[in-house]
């Protein structure tokens, strides 16, 4: 879906239903996110996380705390080789 690696973030929620719900909100805003599972390296469970770009963090944080939407965390994707790391950012 992205082209450059370096520059996707997931954002990580306390639940599966906040996920889904700013996901929503995120499309009809015309936002490109994708909705995935969290990585089990995150956060054990069936959570779910927004992936998105990475110039796109002010503007999704905002609509999140807009939302009272309780964040776990936000990561950035790192690719090395075919191997995904994740980095807490916030």
């Known amino acids: 879906m992205y082209k450059n690696e370096q520059s996707q973030c997931l954002l990580v929620f306390a639940s ?9 909100k995120l499309i009809k805003k015309g936002y490109k996110v ?5 990585p089990c390296s995150i956060s054990a469970g069936c959570t779910q996380s927004i992936k998105f770009m990475e110039n796109d963090i002010q503007a999704i944080m905002a609509e999140a705390k807009n939302s009272n939407m309780i964040i776990k965390g936000i990561y ?5 080789g075919a191997k995904y790391s994740y ?3 916030i």
């Open 16 to 24: 599966r239903n906040q996920a889904v719900f700013l996901f929503n």
């Open 76 to 80: 950035q994707i790192t690719k090395n």
């Open 34 to 38: 994708k909705l995935i599972s969290t």
């Open 87 to 89: 980095i807490k950012i």
